[in-house]
T-cell receptor, first 109, second 113 residues
């Protein structure tokens, strides 16, 4: 079967750095996505990885290792507005997105 | 551009009732999707469409129907509502299946009692 695992909840301090991990087992791989979802709102796109390595976009970076079926999202200089759920999704061989359950990130002052 | 719009925002249905969730996008995207999101679970694909007149089942299509008569609109029909269909429903669109990003509507929160 297809499976994506990520921690249910994480807590971090404002101004700090946090790493959210995602491991996956899917039938085929055509890219890995990270989305941000604030409570009661729609998911919004953060990052995309299809090749191994690190993609940096401002305070957010995403890493991929295809051989390990592993990705992480790194958030630096945390702000209170970063309190949200972070969803990991993999595009499978049918070009459909398989979604993890999301990691709820709580930022404390 | 309004992006992806959905109506209604909230709805309470009785068991056995029917309703249509509306979804419209103004980005001229070919691909449109319907997802449901249950608490503590990942988004599940219900149906998707690759263009006007073409639809296909996703992971959880039972109890739902869709149509795509225009590029802009992709309504989702619930024929005989059941408590198991209580969920938040998101419509999304993308230009192609290789697109980096899917654009999501604000969601419809549906309760079936």
């Amino acid at each position: 079967g297809q499976n994506i695992d990520q921690p249910t909840e994480m807590t971090a301090t404002e101004g700090a750095i946090v790493q959210i991990n995602c491991t996956y087992q899917t039938s085929g791989f055509n890219g890995l996505f990270w989305y941000q979802q604030h409570a009661g709102e729609a998911p919004t796109f953060l990052s995309y990885n299809v090749l191994d390595g690190l993609e940096e976009k401002g305070r957010f970076s995403s890493f991929l290792s295809r051989s390990k079926g592993y990705s992480y999202l790194l958030l630096k200089e945390l702000q209170m507005k970063d309190s949200a759920s972070y969803l990991c999704a993999v595009r499978d061989s049918n070009y459909q997105l398989i979604w993890g359950a999301g990691t709820k990130l709580i930022i404390k002052p | 551009n309004a992006g992806v719009t959905q109506t209604p925002k909230f709805r309470i249905l009785k068991i056995g009732q029917s309703m249509t969730l509306q979804c419209t996008q103004d980005m001229n995207h070919n691909y449109m999707y319907w997802y449901r999101q249950d608490p503590g679970m990942g988004l599940k694909l219900i149906y998707y469409s690759v263009g006007a007149g073409i639809t296909d089942k996703g992971e959880v299509p039972n109890g739902y129907n869709v149509s795509r008569s225009t590029t802009e609109d992709f309504p989702l029909r619930l024929e005989l509502a059941a408590p198991s269909q209580t969920s938040v429903y998101f419509c999304a669109s993308s230009y192609s299946e290789e697109s980096y990003e899917q654009y999501f509507g604000p969601g419809t929160r549906l309760t079936v009692t």
